[in-house]
Nanobody, 115 residues
Framework: QVQLVESGGGLVQAGESLRLSCAAS????????MSWYRQVPGKQRELVAR???????NYGDSVKGRFTISRDNAKNTVYLQMNSLKSEDTAVYYC?????????WGQGTLVTVSE
């Protein structure tokens, strides 16, 4: 059974940085795409960043140039480095991993950016 554990969320001021981590357990072979999504109350969950098995990356338009996604395949962990944070980045951030024929979600970690 694949489980994802996120960490690194918290409260920061605008302009500061945070680094999120998501560690996957129950992994036998290299996962497919590993992604970060975020959601605010009343809105749909949106893609923040995705890193594919071949390490190609995609970013949501609102975070391009500020956020960087990376993965450590030896640790089955995906990271999200978030710089120059803005108040509109406040959300619950979810890790998503595609593994085999399945798709798995973490429990979410709250990021709050104050002005």
């Amino acid at each position: 059974q694949v489980q994802l554990v996120e960490s690194g969320g918290g409260l920061v001021q605008a302009g500061e940085s945070l680094r999120l981590s998501c560690a996957a357990s129950g992994i036998v072979f290299r996962p497919g795409a590993m992604s970060w999504y975020r959601q605010v109350p009343g809105k749909q969950r949106e893609l923040v960043a995705r890193i594919n098995r071949d390490s190609t990356v995609n970013y949501g338009d609102s975070v391009k140039g500020r956020f960087t996604i990376s993965r450590d395949n030896a640790k089955n962990t995906v990271y999200l480095q978030m710089n120059s944070l803005k108040s509109e980045d406040t959300a619950v951030y979810y890790c998503n991993v595609r593994y085999g024929s399945g798709e798995y979600w973490g429990q979410g970690t709250l990021v709050t950016v104050s002005e």
